[in-house]
C-alpha cells in the first residue's frame, strides 16, 4: 500500500466492532445496509447500496477454521451433556442426531462468520480495503 506523502491516515479509521457485528448479521461493513454476499458464499464485489469495495477481502480458509472451532466446542459439550440429561437416549439415535445437528449448525455458522471475518478485515485496512479511499488517494 503506497499512501501520498502527507496523506493523514486518521481519516481511515474505522470502528472495528461496529463493523464486525454488521458483518455478523452477513451485511457491507461500511453501511449496514447491502449485504456481503449474492449467494451462500459468494462475496459481492462492490456493496450494492453504498458501492464499498468488497473484492479485497482473503478470508481464505479462516471462516471454515473458525467455524468448526466454535462448532466443536459446542458439538461436544452437547454430545455429554446429553448423556447426562437423557440417558435413556439410543447411541443409534445419537449417531443420527448429532452429525445432523453438526451439519445443520456449521451450514448456519460459516457465513455469519465468514461475513465477521470480511468485516474485520475491512475495519483493519487489510489486503488493499482502503487503498482507493478517495479522501487520501490526492
Ligand atoms: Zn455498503
Keep these: 500500500m503506497n499512501w501520498p506523502a502527507g496523506a493523514d491516515l486518521t481519516l481511515l479509521k474505522r470502528p472495528v ?19 456481503i454476499f449474492y449467494a451462500y458464499l459468494k462475496v459481492n464485489d462492490f456493496c450494492p447500496q453504498c458501492g464499498e469495495a468488497l473484492y479485497h477481502q482473503r478470508a481464505d480458509d479462516m471462516p471454515p477454521y473458525v467455524t468448526m472451532l466454535i462448532a466443536g466446542h459446542f ?24 452429525p445432523v445437528v453438526a451439519a445443520l449448525f456449521c451450514l448456519w ?10 468485516a474485520y478485515q475491512w475495519a483493519l485496512l487489510m489486503h488493499g480495503f482502503g487503498s482507493a479511499r478517495p479522501e487520501v488517494a490526492g
Aim: glycine share 16%; charged share 15%.
Design 17 to 35: 466492532w461496529p463493523a464486525v457485528l454488521r458483518g455478523l448479521k452477513k451485511l457491507c461493513p461500511a453501511c449496514g445496509k447491502g449485504k
Design 75 to 98: 458439538i461436544v459439550g452437547g454430545v455429554i451433556a446429553g448423556q447426562d440429561w437423557f440417558p435413556g437416549f439410543p447411541d443409534w439415535g445419537q449417531m443420527i442426531f448429532w
Design 109 to 118: 455458522l460459516l457465513p455469519v462468520v465468514k461475513g465477521s471475518l470480511i
